[in-house]
């Protein structure tokens, strides 16, 4: 073997070692990264029932219901809205302080196939002015907020989401 088709072998061999580790930290990579989506975003996108994301919206005024998992750990069922969509969410653990209902929340978890939200973490906002920007965006696609219009009402006034009236069955 000559000298040119050493080199070209060290090269190319280097190449594909390069493009391996490349290939396995994206990969990795990708395996961590956590997705924002608002209800609406899980209604059109279907994300897979293995795939955690931070799902972002309002707690539904009247939603939210607290109890005791068979354990005896606390437990919260509540809905998280972006106006048009409304997911359900289950959480086992400590609400935050500043958890309410008519607030932003962003949580963490997983969808289940039954389209109950498992959530892992909430995360609540910090004071009367604070709003998650990934909630803010979802606002603002869904018409409750026009960013033209000013700034963002208190969270106490511009909450007017109700919960949606069952339907009648029969």
Do not use: C
């Amino acid at each position: 073997m000559t000298r040119k088709q050493r080199r070209i072998w060290i090269v190319l061999l280097a190449g594909l070692g390069l493009g391996t580790a490349t290939a396995l930290t994206l990969t990795a990579f990708q395996d961590n990264l956590v997705f924002f989506l608002a209800p609406s975003d899980i209604a059109s996108r279907n994300p897979g029932p293995e795939r955690a994301f931070r799902l972002g919206g309002l707690v539904e005024s009247g939603s939210l219901a607290r109890g005791e998992t068979p354990e005896g750990k606390p437990e919260a069922r509540f809905r998280v809205t972006d106006g048009p969509v409304t997911i359900p969410v289950t959480y086992v653990g400590v609400l935050p302080d500043l958890f309410r209902e008519g607030q932003g929340v962003v949580a963490l978890g997983k969808l289940g196939r039954d389209g109950q939200f498992r959530a892992s973490e909430v995360l609540a906002r910090h004071d009367e002015t604070y709003m998650p920007p990934e909630v803010a965006d979802a606002l603002k696609r869904s018409g409750h907020w026009d960013p033209a219009k000013g700034a963002p009402p208190p969270a106490a006034t511009w909450n007017t989401l109700a919960p949606k009236p069952e339907k009648q069955g029969g």
